[in-house]
């Protein structure tokens, strides 16, 4: 089964950048999927963020283009996600996922990133 | 881009079946079915319960069917039992443009 884990700080202030890690275990990154990343903020629903390809093509919700970066470390086997100039509007639980187009198939346990207003 | 829409909550009691929609547009529900759901218990990671509108990953969500007409897809949930009571979130992949939406959430009580 392959496992999926987030790592990042918990707390970060306004217009500072967010990066996140998510270690993958029993399953190399380049071989093939996606790995994407979609948070929750308290009170509603997903919302996926971006994701990359194990050939390291990327792909982001319109909304953040101008803020997001995903990319893969490919020695450590993870992937990360960076985002700049974050408000409080960025708080939210974020998730890392394997997944395909037809579905997330595994996901980590999640993040709570607070950004105060 | 805009969330898939599904119902705020929805209830039912232990035995009973409920069924939550999730509705989109041609561009992602409506367009190929690409269309999965998940199951989210607070602190926990998000479990696969659907995918391909109506393919379950194991024999664990047999109570779990999904259905799909036009643009809207549908999750039924049969024989409620208490641990199903969690959020349930529909999914889509949008072909032309290489990205995926989520709907709202429903959150599910069984009284």
């Known amino acids: 089964q392959v496992q999926l884990q987030e790592s990042g700080p918990g707390q970060l202030k306004p217009s500072e950048t967010l990066s996140l890690n998510c270690a993958v275990s029993?399953?190399?990154?380049?071989?093939?999927?996606?790995w994407g990343w979609i948070r929750q903020p308290p009170g509603k629903g997903l919302e996926w963020l971006g994701s990359?390809?194990?050939?390291?093509?990327?792909h982001y919700t319109p909304s953040l283009k101008s803020r997001i970066t995903i990319s893969l470390d490919t020695p450590k086997n993870q992937f990360s996600l960076t985002l700049r100039s974050v408000t409080a509007a960025d708080t939210a639980t974020y998730f890392c996922a394997r997944h395909t187009p037809a579905a997330m198939w595994e996901w980590g346990q999640g993040i709570q990133v607070i950004v105060p207003s | 881009q805009s969330a898939l829409t599904q119902p705020a909550s929805v209830s039912g009691s232990p035995g009973q079946s409920i069924t939550i929609s999730c509705t989109g547009t041609s561009s992602d529900v409506g367009a190929d079915n690409y269309v999965s759901w998940y199951q989210l218990h607070p602190g926990k990671a998000p479990k696969l319960i659907i995918y391909d509108v109506t393919t379950r990953p194991s024999a664990a969500f047999n109570r779990f069917s999904g259905s799909k007409s036009g643009n809207t897809a549908s999750l039924t949930i049969s024989g409620l039992q208490p641990e199903d009571e969690a959020e349930y979130y529909c999914s889509s992949y949008k072909v032309g443009s290489i990205t995926w939406v989520f709907g709202g959430g429903t959150k599910l009580t069984v009284l």
């Open positions: 990359i390809y194990a050939s390291g093509s990327t």
């Open positions: 029993r399953y190399s990154i380049t071989t093939g999927y996606y």
